[in-house]
């Protein structure tokens, strides 16, 4: 079974600042590895995602993520945080099995960006 | 190219009733699965559809929700008799059926039981 773990519930950064939300994964195969940013009362935004190749993707917004194949990781980071960032970002993972299967998301992490 | 749509946005049903969600996919996704976000939680994943088929259904409790793609028309999610434990964001998302492919989210519908 696939899982995915967000270790931090709210990660807090002053403007200006880096930061990083981070992302650990299970699967059986090979992951299949997305990023969501959701807003209040909104649906989930697509960031970015890993699939094969350079293990530093860049996705939208400034985003960027580290998967990190011995670590199990895919941790979100930013080069200089904007207070528009706050929101509730979710790391997800599909194993891969050649067909569109289901996506397991973890908890999310609140990302408060303070002048 | 419109998004993926859900309606209605908000729904109120007092116990007992039946609620409907409606979902249509973006434009060229044959691929539709839903999710439902209890206040605070994540997402947790319901069920997978094809256009007429049932793919993945493990995530749908066994009693009183369904969900159908019919060949025409937008994808829908039942509830029966509704509890308040129902009370939740149920969210619909598209693909067009690639495992690398992303999935996109529609805008959600909250459902609250009073």
């Known amino acids: 079974a696939q899982s995915v773990a967000q270790p931090e519930d709210q990660v807090n950064v002053a403007e200006g600042n880096p930061l990083t939300v981070k992302c650990t994964y299970s699967?059986?195969?090979?992951?299949?590895l997305f990023w969501y940013v959701q807003y209040p009362n909104r649906g989930l935004q697509f960031l970015l995602k890993y699939i094969t190749g350079d293990n530093l993707v860049k996705g939208s917004y400034g985003f960027e993520a580290e998967f990190n194949k011995s670590q199990t990781s895919f941790h979100l980071k930013k080069p200089s945080a904007l207070v528009s960032d706050s929101a509730l970002y979710f790391c997800?993972?599909?194993?891969?099995?050649?067909?569109?299967?289901?996506?397991?998301f973890g908890t999310g992490t609140r990302l408060q960006v303070t002048l | 190219n419109a998004g993926v749509m859900q309606n209605p946005r908000h729904l109120v049903r007092r116990r007992g009733q039946e609620a409907r969600l409606r979902c249509s996919p973006m434009?060229?996704?044959?691929?539709v699965y839903w999710y439902r976000q209890l206040p605070e939680e994540g997402l947790k994943f319901m069920v997978y559809l094809q256009k007429e088929n049932i793919i993945d259904e493990s995530g749908m409790p066994k009693e009183r929700f369904s969900a159908e793609f019919p060949k025409e028309g937008p994808s829908i999610l039942r509830i029966q008799q509704v509890v308040r434990g129902d009370s939740a964001a149920y969210f619909c998302a598209s693909s067009n059926g690639l495992a690398a492919y992303e999935q996109y989210f529609g805008p959600g519908t909250r459902l609250t039981v009073t």
């Open positions: 434009k060229g996704h044959s691929h």
């Open positions: 699967v059986s195969g090979n992951p299949y």
């Open positions: 997800a993972v599909r194993d891969y099995t050649g067909t569109a299967s289901k996506l397991t």
